[in-house]
């Protein structure tokens, strides 16, 4: 057996390289991040500096090319992941790439049949999927808990960018107006897709929904202007899965609720395993559900049961909940705002996130924005 670390070089300096790629990789004692690569120079120098990590970069081409790489991680802006990822894995990298591979399915699966063909391992940045919640109730799945599924029903949203002043990232600032371009669906849709086919064991063979833009016109980070931006805000579809199961998934980032907003249920021939957005791992058996039917037991017609980490008994019906680690929710998530007659509640002119707190304005306050602002 080789002691021999894996070598990393990860491309992109930004935030989410910074929070969450680079820390995790020096966590664990197998990896080595050997350089970091960033256009932006000073980034690329400080990050380096701040992680101890030996050869920042400029040049991506030239460090996806090293012969001493095992791994490339992609972890830049999204329209750039497809060429990225394909140049690592042409020049015989593994691969963990951010979310979405690419905008056209096809493309993906095209990347998918390379790292296949080149004997290549590849990841995507699915991090939901490690949230506790969501481990222990594919646990519970694993054990039988659900049995054959039924029905899955996915959630992910929030009100991120509610506030057209909020900069809005990963978009193309150049993309025809006149197309309706994907933006909740992948950033947001993704991991609650991959929950659902995680869980139910089963990809999707037929689709059907729709998707809106809700705010036309948003401030975008790349131009420091606000714009007409023709993203889905919003969408909604029906799914069916190969084998058999049925699902429905909504996501957004304009809908107010708990940030970050992941909400997921399974229902089987056995129970149901369930993740709304609030923290610990929940359920039900099926035997309070009798006896509460019974009159039997004080207290079993009680929604749920906190199942925390208790080993559940076969045939029992489970909720989980999932709380993501690093960004756990705050108590003033869920206080209550009751907006007075003709007011309406609206966050803090500039709040970006759900885990700022809802303030009440009167609804003359808003507006749209002044039109010498629009681009
Ligand atoms: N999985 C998740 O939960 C999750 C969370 C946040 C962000 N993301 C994804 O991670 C990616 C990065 O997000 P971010 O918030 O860090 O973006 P960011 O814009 O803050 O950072 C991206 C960095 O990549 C650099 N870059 C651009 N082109 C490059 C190239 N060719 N080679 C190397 N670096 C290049 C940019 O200069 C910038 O510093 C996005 O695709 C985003 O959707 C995923």
Known sequence: ????????????????????????????????????????????EETAAQFGIREPSVDWQKTVARSDLDIIDVATPSQTHQELAV????????????????????????????????GRLTKLGFTFRYSPGVQYARELIDQGFVGTPF???????????????????QVDPKADPAV??????????????????????????????TMRNFIPERMVRATGKIMRMNIDD????????????????????????????????????RGRDHLPPGGGVWGRRDDQDRDARRGRVQGAGDPETLLSHRRPR????????LRQPHQGLRRRDHQRHRPQPGELRRRRPGAGSDQRRGTVVPRAALGRPPAAAIA
């Open 1 to 44: 057996m080789t002691t021999q670390r894996l070598r990393v070089g990860v491309l992109g300096a930004g935030n989410w390289a910074r929070t969450a790629h680079i820390p995790g990789w020096q966590r664990d004692p197998r990896c080595d991040v050997v350089t970091v690569c960033d256009p932006v120079r000073e980034r690329a």
């Open 180 to 209: 309706l371009h994907t933006a909740s669906l992948e950033g947001y849709g993704a991991p609650i897709i991959d929950i659902s086919m995680w869980w139910v064991g089963a990809g999707y063979t037929r689709v059907t929904g």
């Open 234 to 269: 919003g969408d909604i579809y029906l799914a069916e899965y190969s084998n058999g199961a049925i699902g429905s998934v909504q996501t957004s980032f304009v809908t107010i609720g708990n940030y970050p907003g992941i909400e997921a249920r399974i229902y089987g021939e």
């Open 314 to 321: 076969p045939g029992v019906l489970a909720l989980a909940v």
């Open 87 to 118: 140049a690592a894995l042409e020049s015989g990298k593994h691969v963990l790439c951010e979310k979405p591979v690419a905008y056209d399915f096809r493309e993906t699966l095209r990347a998918a049949s390379l790292a296949k063909r080149k």
């Open 151 to 169: 029905i899955f029903n996915g959630y992910e949203q929030n009100s991120q960018w509610l506030n057209p002043q909020t900069p809005l990232r």
